[in-house]
């Protein structure tokens, strides 16, 4: 498919409350949009990259380099590869998954719009709405968090999961359980915030029948999460750490991953979370779709990943006013705590062009 041009947009987005985690505050969504333009058709991708790199190694600005400077004169070089043939094309270049997933996610989306195909039916998706679970970031008291988990409750959002860290673990997790039962579905997530000498601290979060706990340890730490794995009860899943299809294929081998979450962006892409979810339903690991605070664009290309079967747990595919009051596409909506899959060719999902020049802060256009 010939690429005649490629649009770098940045916009800045704020966020309806800030959403804290163990490794900072987040305010605003700052984001890199990419717009692949061929002769046929245009498609979107989205960068899930935050503005800092302290969810991964990656970050906005650097991933407009790494775009500008290498991704792009290998794609154009190659004269206008297909979606299936980027990560190929994309290999000799280390690391930067999340910059080639935008990449990957605008040429996919021209593909099947060109061809009249929705993503979710590409994917051989089986479900036209997924459950939706919600990230409840870490609260300033244990009173305001329980206040923000009986809001979402209300929604109706079928899966709550507590951002946790040192010092915002157990306390939280008994609170919510004794004030909303031990019927909800909860599950917590550390980002990396432990180390393996927590492994006792972790342990007293047993009682509380958990779904899970996300990324206790490094994201190298795959011995530490197998051996965590062995000493507390709560089943350990890995994000950070599941970085493709190889690294979910040896922590799984490890034991290092009794669930996996699959973010498209961490692993280069939708086509790789594919897999990822493949290795997993054949090892009988169970995997869920995570998210990155996506746009209406990202969102709905999460929504036709998690509506594939072998994500059988709720993801973190929550509505758009989970974190914007005003999405740069039409809202996605709580429906019974569910979110209905895009069926528009693509992704699905367009942008409203007011609201996204109002939010662009930057824009670069680039020919072959
Ligand atoms: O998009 O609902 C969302 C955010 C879900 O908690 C979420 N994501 O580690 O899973 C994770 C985090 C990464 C982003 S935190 C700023
Ligand atoms: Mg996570």
Same mark, same amino acid.
């Given at each position: 498919m010939?690429?005649?041009a490629?649009?770098? @947009?940045?916009?800045s987005?704020?966020?309806?409350?800030?959403?804290r985690?163990?490794?900072?505050?987040?305010t605003?969504?700052?984001?890199?949009?990419i717009?692949?333009v061929?002769p046929?058709s245009?498609g979107?991708?989205e960068?899930v990259?935050m503005d800092?790199?302290l969810?991964?190694?990656?970050?906005v600005d650097g991933?407009?380099?790494v775009?500008r @400077?290498?991704?792009?004169?290998?794609?154009?070089a190659?004269?206008?590869p297909?979606a299936?043939?980027?990560a190929?094309?994309?290999?000799?270049?280390?690391?930067?998954?999340m910059?080639?997933? !935008?990449?990957?996610?605008a040429?996919?989306? !021209?593909?099947l719009?060109?061809a009249?195909?929705?993503?979710a039916t590409?994917?051989g998706a089986?479900?036209?709405r997924v459950?939706s679970?919600?990230?409840?970031?870490?609260?300033?008291?244990?009173p305001a968090l329980?206040d923000?988990?009986a +809001?979402?409750l209300?929604?109706?959002y079928?899966r709550?999961?507590?951002?946790i860290e040192p010092?915002?673990?157990?306390?939280p997790?008994?609170a919510?359980?004794?004030?909303?039962?031990?019927e909800?579905?909860?599950?917590v997530? !550390?980002? /990396?915030?432990?180390?393996?000498g927590?492994?006792?601290?972790?342990?007293?979060l047993?009682?509380f029948?958990?779904?899970?706990?996300?990324?206790?340890?490094?994201e190298d730490?795959?011995r530490?999460?197998?051996?965590?794995?062995r000493?507390?009860?709560?089943p350990?899943?890995?994000?950070?750490?599941v970085?493709s299809?190889?690294?979910?294929?040896?922590a799984?081998a490890? +034991? !290092?991953a009794?669930i996996?979450n699959v973010?498209p962006?961490?692993? $280069? $892409?939708?086509l790789?979370? @594919?897999k990822?979810?493949a290795?997993a339903?054949?090892? $009988?690991?169970?995997?869920w779709? +995570?998210?990155?605070?996506? /746009?209406?664009?990202g969102r709905?290309?999460?929504?036709?990943?998690a509506?594939?079967p072998?994500?059988?747990l709720?993801g973190d595919?929550?509505?758009?006013?989970r974190?914007?009051?005003?999405d740069?596409?039409a809202?996605?909506?709580?429906?019974?705590?569910h979110?209905?899959v895009? /069926?528009?060719?693509?992704?699905g999902?367009?942008?409203i062009?007011?609201?996204l020049e109002a939010?662009? /802060?930057?824009t670069?256009?680039?020919r072959?």
């Amino acid at each position: 498919m010939k690429l005649s041009a490629v649009e770098l @947009r940045r916009i800045s987005l704020p966020l309806v409350a800030p959403f804290r985690t163990s490794f900072g505050t987040e305010t605003t969504k700052d984001a890199l949009l990419i717009r692949a333009v061929t002769p046929d058709s245009e498609g979107w991708g989205e960068c899930v990259a935050m503005d800092a790199p302290l969810y991964s190694a990656e970050y906005v600005d650097g991933a407009i380099d790494v775009i500008r @400077r290498f991704l792009l004169p290998r794609l154009f070089a190659a004269g206008g590869p297909t979606a299936g043939q980027v990560a190929h094309v994309l290999e000799p270049v280390k690391g930067h998954p999340m910059a080639k997933a !935008a990449l990957e996610m605008a040429l996919l989306d !021209a593909e099947l719009r060109a061809a009249g195909l929705p993503l979710a039916t590409f994917f051989g998706a089986t479900r036209d709405r997924v459950p939706s679970g919600v990230s409840v970031g870490i609260h300033e008291s244990i009173p305001a968090l329980l206040d923000t988990v009986a +809001g979402y409750l209300a929604e109706g959002y079928v899966r709550i999961k507590l951002k946790i860290e040192p010092g915002w673990d157990v306390e939280p997790v008994r609170a919510v359980r004794e004030r909303f039962g031990d019927e909800i579905l909860l599950q917590v997530d !550390a980002n /990396t915030a432990y180390t393996l000498g927590d492994a006792r601290q972790l342990a007293l979060l047993d009682p509380f029948g958990l779904l899970l706990i996300e990324q206790p340890l490094a994201e190298d730490d795959l011995r530490g999460h197998a051996e965590l794995a062995r000493r507390i009860a709560t089943p350990v899943c890995l994000d950070e750490s599941v970085t493709s299809a190889r690294a979910a294929a040896d922590a799984i081998a490890l +034991g !290092a991953a009794q669930i996996i979450n699959v973010k498209p962006g961490r692993v $280069g $892409g939708y086509l790789e979370a @594919r897999k990822i979810a493949a290795v997993a339903a054949a090892n $009988g690991v169970p995997v869920w779709c +995570g998210g990155m605070l996506e /746009t209406g664009l990202g969102r709905g290309a999460n929504a036709a990943l998690a509506a594939c079967p072998e994500f059988t747990l709720p993801g973190d595919v929550s509505a758009s006013g989970r974190f914007y009051a005003q999405d740069i596409t039409a809202p996605f909506q709580l429906e019974a705590g569910h979110i209905r899959v895009p /069926t528009g060719p693509g992704i699905g999902s367009d942008v409203i062009p007011d609201v996204l020049e109002a939010c662009t /802060t930057w824009t670069e256009t680039i020919r072959p």
